[in-house]
Structures are given as C-alpha cells and as structure tokens.
C-alpha cells in the first residue's frame, strides 16, 4: 500500500475553482497537479458544496468536525473537553476497576448501558484502553441465553468455592444431574468462564533419608481402611498467614478421609498433639487401631506415646525423611493451603481471620467436598451412606 500524498490548501482551492469553471477535466487536472486518483477530486468538491471549506486546511488522518480538530480548538475550549474527560474517568472508575485486566464483561457492559444518555461508548471504552469493538463483543455476549449444561457446571463450581477440578465436576454431573460429559468439554466450559479451581503446588521430590525408626512402620503406605477407627494419620502443619506463625494439628480417619480432630496453637508443644489425640478418643472406639505419623519430636514424646497406649491405640511412625509414608494426611494440608489461602496475602490476615479460614474449610471438607473413591460423596456422607 503506497503512501498517502500531501495536497496544500492552495492546491485544493485551485482545483475547485478549475472544477467550477467548466474548462477543465479531471483527467487534465490530475497532470496538472499530479493528482493519482480522481476520488481526491470529487471528495474536495463534495467538502465545497458542503460548505466545509475548514477541512481543506485539515492535514492527512482523521479528518474533525469544525471546532473539534486539535489545531483549531482555542484553549479554553481544550481545557473544558479535558476537565469533563477528567470528571468522566473519576465518575466511571468508581464503578469499574481502573485495570483492563481487572474489568469484568458483564459490569463493563451494564456500566456502559447506564451511562449511555450521559456518555458514548467510545468515551468510555477510551477511558479503559478497551477497544470498541471489544466492547460490542462483550455486548452480544451477554444477551446470549447461556446452556443448560453450562449453567450446571458454573452452579457446581459456585457451590463447591471453585475448589474442585473438570474431573470432579464431570463426577458430579453423572451423580447428581445423570449427565454424562466428556471430562475435555467440561474443561472447555470451566476455562471459557474462568471457574478453574486453583492449582496445588507440586511437592518437590527427594531421596528418602536413613531410617531411623522411633516406632515400625505398621502402616507402610497402606492408606485404605476396611472400618471407621480402623487406621488414623496426624499431622502437623504450619499457617503463616497472619501476623504471626500458627500451627494446625489435624488427625484424620482413613476410612472416609474425615477429619475426626484437629487443634490450632501457636506453639507446637507436647499439650497440643495430646490435645488433638484426646478430642479424637472422645467417644470413639479406639482398641485395635493405628495411628501414624512422622518422627517429629512431638510423636515421639513419652507423654504421647503413653496416652496413645492408654487408649489402645498402636503408633505407626514413616521413615525419616520420607513423607511419602503419611502422604494423605500431607496432602490434605496442602490442598487446605492452596484453596483457601493461596490467593491471600499475610498482612491483609489477621489470626482470628486464619482461624476462621481453617474452621470452615474442616467443615467444607468434611461435609460438601466431595471424593472421587468414595462415589463423589463427602466424608460424612460416605460415612452415613455406608451405615
């Protein structure tokens, strides 16, 4: 595409007047002046009948209005268009995040629609950096009526805290709604609303350490339980979430993945493992069960080992340096971590916030969240279902 040419004001103004005398063609004028296209011609004609002699004098690009080009606005008039477009974004940003990146569709549009008798569209997409074209876009997007399937997929993220993968959802919808669905669709669906769960952080791994073993092994990567109160895995995990460091004490059945006891200290104390064990034996039947964990100095204490035996309890304890050997109490709270704190930030928590955090997400996980291996029930509920 060729460069567009520049015409002084004085050719044009000639050109008309040779144009308005009769005597001359376009095709003479054009050798004349050197003019390549006769288009130039008729629009610099139309521009006179028109009375719009002002854009004669326009230079090549967008071409303004009278009074609104930027060489011809006097500067009071310059000034009053940038404090109304000053009071505009103050006004608008108070609605709609001032980040393109944060702007949601769905605002963006009602925002638009609202304001529309005040302010044009493109005024307001200007103010964004959101093209209009774009914004259109997002218009007749949300006067579409959106899938039945869609609108289930959405309704299970939105109730399970966006906590759960396209693999679950798709469990679910074959459970709950008798809808079978390629597990790929409904990843297609979760990405196309932004509904993801978030990602857990991949542990790295590493060599196993020399055993050095306080107590056998008994449960030697078993994790699969026959019965309630049959084999039992704790844990201790730190939450450096708020203003200070608090640790979290969790014992958890492996028969249905609950979460039978748990304690929050910030002290990682004797009292607190012994605290979490004795909620545990409260009302359970604890003969004939084991109970694993790690070497950490607290599980291998006398006073633990012997509240454990006075329970008849059996301790089982993973090689040192191993934590593949108590992967599912591990596990768990790294997925505690990575759903309900990955996106907060520790000075926006205070320690009441964290502890509150953690007492709702031990009733969601025992109750709401549901598990693959136990038919895509809660815990509770493989537990009452199975009784």
């Given at each position: ?214 107590v056998p092994n008994l449960l030697n990567q078993d994790f699969k339980a026959d019965k309630p109160n049959q084999k039992w895995v704790t844990d201790i995990t730190y939450l450096p979430y708020g203003p200070k460091m608090l640790y979290l004490s969790t014992i958890m059945d492996l028969y249905n993945n609950e979460v039978i006891a748990y304690k929050i200290s910030d002290t990682q104390s004797v009292d607190f493992v012994l605290d979490t064990l004795l909620d545990a034996c409260n009302g359970r039947e604890t003969h004939d069960l084991i109970l694993h964990s790690d070497q950490g100095a607290q599980y291998t204490s006398y ?85």
């Amino acid at each position: 595409m060729g460069k567009k040419r520049f015409y002084p004001e004085e050719v044009k103004q000639e050109v008309i007047r040779l144009k308005l005398s009769g005597e001359w063609t376009n095709k003479q004028i054009m050798e004349k002046f050197g003019i390549k296209n006769k288009t130039q011609i008729k629009t610099w004609m139309k521009w006179h009948r028109n009375n719009e002699q002002h854009r004669l004098a326009q230079p090549i690009g967008k071409q303004y209005t009278y009074g609104k080009g930027p060489d011809d606005e006097s500067e009071i008039n310059q000034l009053r268009r940038k404090v109304a477009y000053y009071e505009m974004r103050d006004e608008l940003f108070g609605k709609v995040p001032r980040n393109r990146k944060e702007v949601v569709p769905e605002v963006f549009v009602e925002v638009v629609e609202a304001l529309k008798d005040r302010y044009t569209a493109s005024d307001i997409c200007e103010c964004f950096g959101i093209p209009r074209s774009t914004y259109y876009r997002w218009k007749s997007q949300a006067g579409q009526e959106i899938p039945k399937l869609h609108q289930w997929i959405i309704s299970i993220c939105k109730q399970l805290s966006h906590r759960i993968g396209h693999r679950k959802v798709k469990d679910i919808l074959r459970k709950d709604y008798d809808v079978k669905v390629n597990r790929k669709t409904v990843q297609k669906v979760m990405q196309k609303y932004k509904i993801q769960c978030r990602v857990k952080v991949k542990r790295q791994k590493y060599i196993a350490g020399e055993s050095k073993i306080v107590v056998p092994n008994l449960l030697n990567q078993d994790f699969k339980a026959d019965k309630p109160n049959q084999k039992w895995v704790t844990d201790i995990t730190y939450l450096p979430y708020g203003p200070k460091m608090l640790y979290l004490s969790t014992i958890m059945d492996l028969y249905n993945n609950e979460v039978i006891a748990y304690k929050i200290s910030d002290t990682q104390s004797v009292d607190f493992v012994l605290d979490t064990l004795l909620d545990a034996c409260n009302g359970r039947e604890t003969h004939d069960l084991i109970l694993h964990s790690d070497q950490g100095a607290q599980y291998t204490s006398y006073s633990f080992q012997a509240l454990a035996k006075e329970n008849g309890i059996t301790t089982s304890m993973s090689r040192k340096g191993n934590c593949f050997d108590n992967a599912v109490i591990e596990s768990f709270h790294s997925s505690l971590k990575s759903e309900e704190f990955a996106a907060q930030f520790r000075a926006t928590l205070t320690t009441t916030i964290v502890i509150e955090k953690v007492v709702n997400y031990m009733y969601y996980y025992n109750y709401i969240r549901p598990f693959s291996k136990l038919n895509c029930h809660s815990p509770v509920e493989y537990r009452t279902v199975a009784a």
